[in-house]
C-alpha cells in the first residue's frame, strides 16, 4: 500500500466540508458508531466535517446490542482493557445526553441494569471465580441466589442456578443513537455516501508547494473524485486498511469476528418480559438478551471466524437454544430479523487508534467493544486530529505500531 499522489499533476481536489472562516477541516472515513462519534466530537470542537461512507450505519454497528457494560465485559488477562472500558462507560451518560439534547428526541440511552446468570453449577463457578477479578478492579458486583434473580426478573427460568447482580452495566440503542449523530452531521457538516478509495497526499513529490512538508491532503472517492481536508481520520473497521495511500510501514492487523444476532418481538400479553439486561453462561457459552423499549429483544452473540458471511443456521440455533435456558418466554415472540456483521479484531482485543502520518490518524479495531468505547474512541480520536494533549500511557496502549515495537521491528 504504497504512498498514492492526488492524480494527475494538473488536476484540482474538490472540496470536503464547507469550513467557517478560520475553521479547519476533517474527512472521517466510515460512518459506524467510531466514526460518526468520532465526528460528532470534531464538529462540537469547530472544525468543518465532512463523513464520507456510501452506506452510513450498515456496519457492525447496524448489529450491535449496544451494551454499555464495563462489569459483564470483563474477561481474564486483558487488563488493558479494563481501565478503557470503565473510562468509556463514564463517558456515555455526557455524550448520549449531549446528542439528544441536539436533536430533540431520545437515543436510547438507558440506565436499567444487568444480571449475569448461570446456566449450571459449573456456570454459577465460573461466574464466582470472575466476580473476584471484577472486585478486585472495583466494580460493582454482587452475587444473588436464583430465587433472587427471580425476583428482580419472573421470567427467568427453573434453569437458572445463580447470578450475578451489576447495577452499573446499561445500555444504548446503536441504531438510535447513530441515526441522531447523523442527523446533526448532515444538518451542520457534510455527509458523502460515497466509497474512499483512499487517501492523497501533498507535498514536493505530488505538485505540491516547494518546500512544503509532505502530508495526507484529503482521500479519493470510488468515482474519481477527491476531497480535501487539513485532516483525514479514518474509521472504516475492517475496510481501513484496505485503503491505497496508506504509509507503507502501517500494519493493522485486522481479522473479523463473525457474530449472529436477533431481534424479537414480545406479544403484548407477556410485555415486558424482562427489564434488565439478561446476559448469562449456558454451559460455558456465553449469550445475551436485551430489552428495548419498544417492546422489541435483542438476543446475541455468537463470535465466529468460520468466513461465512450470513446469519449461521447453528449460531441462531445456539442462541435461540441458550436464550430459551434463561428466558423461556422467548421462544413465544416473533422473530424480526436475523442478522449477521463482521466485527474488526485484533491480535490483543484492543483497538487500534493513532496518529499514523501528517494528517493522518486511524480508529478501528475495536471488536466486540465498539460501542461502549466509542465515547472514548471519539474523544482520542478528537484529541489526535486537533493535537490536543492525550494521556501518553493511554495512547501508546491502543496506538497501531504496538505490534510492530512488540516484534522488535
Known amino acids: 500500500m504504497g504512498e498514492q499522489s492526488a492524480g494527475d499533476p494538473g488536476s484540482q481536489p474538490t472540496s470536503g466540508a464547507r469550513p467557517a472562516p478560520g475553521s479547519r477541516s476533517v474527512i472521517v472515513v466510515g460512518a459506524g458508531i467510531i466514526g460518526l462519534t468520532t465526528a460528532w466530537e470534531l464538529l462540537d470542537a469547530g472544525w468543518a466535517v465532512t463523513v464520507c461512507d456510501p452506506d452510513p450505519m ?25 481501565g478503557l472500558m470503565v473510562s468509556a462507560a463514564q463517558l456515555w451518560p455526557r455524550i448520549a445526553g449531549r446528542v439528544a439534547a441536539a436533536v430533540g428526541r431520545p437515543v436510547g440511552h438507558l440506565t436499567t441494569e444487568t444480571l449475569v446468570c448461570a446456566g449450571d453449577g459449573a456456570d454459577r463457578r465460573a461466574l464466582a471465580d470472575l466476580v473476584v ?20 426478573e419472573p421470567a427467568l427460568g427453573p434453569g437458572v442456578v445463580g447470578a450475578v447482580h451489576i447495577p452499573d452495566d446499561h445500555q444504548v440503542d446503536p441504531r438510535r443513537m447513530m441515526a441522531a449523530l447523523l442527523e446533526v452531521l448532515e444538518q451542520r457538516g457534510t455527509v458523502v455516501r460515497q466509497r474512499v478509495d483512499g487517501v492523497w497526499w501533498t507535498g514536493p513529490e505530488s505538485g505540491g508547494e516547494a518546500g512544503a512538508a509532505r502530508r495526507v491532503g484529503g482521500v479519493r472517492l ?15 473497521g475492517l475496510a481501513s486498511g484496505d485503503l491505497t ?8 492487523p485486522l481479522r473479523p469476528v463473525w457474530g449472529d444476532i436477533l431481534r424479537v418481538r414480545v406479544p403484548e400479553r407477556l410485555r415486558p418480559l424482562i427489564t434488565r439486561t439478561i446476559r448469562g453462561l449456558v454451559h460455558g457459552v456465553p449469550v445475551y438478551l436485551v430489552p428495548r423499549e419498544d417492546g422489541t429483544v435483542v438476543i446475541g452473540a455468537t463470535s465466529r471466524e468460520d468466513g ?27 422473530v424480526l430479523e436475523v442478522t449477521a456483521r463482521a466485527r474488526p479484531g485484533t491480535p490483543d482485543d484492543v483497538p487500534l487508534i493513532g496518529r499514523v502520518a501528517p494528517g493522518l490518524t486511524i480508529s478501528t479495531g475495536y471488536f466486540r467493544h465498539g460501542i461502549l468505547l466509542s465515547a472514548l474512541g471519539a474523544r482520542l480520536g478528537a484529541d489526535l486530529v486537533t493535537g490536543r494533549g492525550t494521556e501518553p ?12 515495537q512488540a516484534a522488535g521491528r
Request: aromatic share 4%; hydrophobic share 45%.
Open 58 to 82: 450498515s456496519g457492525a454497528s447496524f448489529a450491535a446490542a449496544g451494551m454499555l457494560a464495563p462489569a459483564s465485559e470483563v474477561v481474564w488477562d486483558q487488563p488493558t482493557l479494563y
Open 133 to 152: 477479578l471484577q472486585r478486585r478492579l472495583g466494580l460493582d458486583v454482587e452475587e444473588i441466589s436464583s430465587s433472587a434473580a427471580r425476583a428482580l
Open 222 to 236: 470510488a468515482d474519481g473524485r477527491t476531497l480535501a481536508a487539513d485532516e483525514v481520520l479514518v474509521a472504516a
Open 245 to 252: 495511500g496508506l504509509p507503507d510501514d502501517l500494519d493493522l
Open 308 to 334: 461465512l458471511s450470513g446469519p449461521s443456521v447453528g449460531g441462531v440455533y445456539q442462541l435461540l437454544r441458550d436464550a430459551q435456558r434463561l428466558v423461556p418466554g422467548v421462544l413465544e415472540c416473533e
Open 393 to 404: 500511557e493511554t495512547a501508546g496502549a491502543v496506538h497501531p505500531s504496538r505490534f510492530a
